[in-house]
């Protein structure tokens, strides 16, 4: 059950900062609210996570799945481009996930 908080907690924070984009420096009210709404869920969700997942995994993977998903969305659809150094990077924050699962940080 906390990989599945989990997961609602990285769609939250990648929807809020998805709708971040389009606030226009939090000028805009139905983008603002839809940011604010969706972090207060992201960790709501990730702190009821941690009470079966330890933190140093569920942090790692919100933070790294939540980022990778966001330059994917930022690839695909609001028209970021792709640099070899972006790739590595994303390719990087990855492995540093698999590395502390294989690790025992649970």
């Known amino acids: 059950m906390g990989y599945l908080l989990l997961a609602g907690a990285i769609a939250a924070e990648v929807g809020a900062t998805t709708a971040m ?11 603002s609210l839809l940011t604010g709404l969706g ?7 990730l702190a009821q996570t941690l009470k079966t997942v330890s933190v140093g995994t569920a942090y790692a993977i ?12 930022g690839m695909f659809f609001l028209g970021e481009g792709m640099t070899v150094t972006k790739a590595a990077g994303i390719a990087l ?9 294989l690790g025992g940080a649970h």
């Open 62 to 73: 919100w933070a790294g799945v939540g980022t990778a998903a966001i330059a994917a969305i």
């Open 39 to 45: 972090y207060v869920l992201s960790f709501a969700l």
């Open 93 to 101: 924050i990855i492995l540093g996930v698999v590395v502390l699962n």
């Open 21 to 31: 984009k389009y606030t226009e420096g939090f000028s805009r009210l139905v983008p």
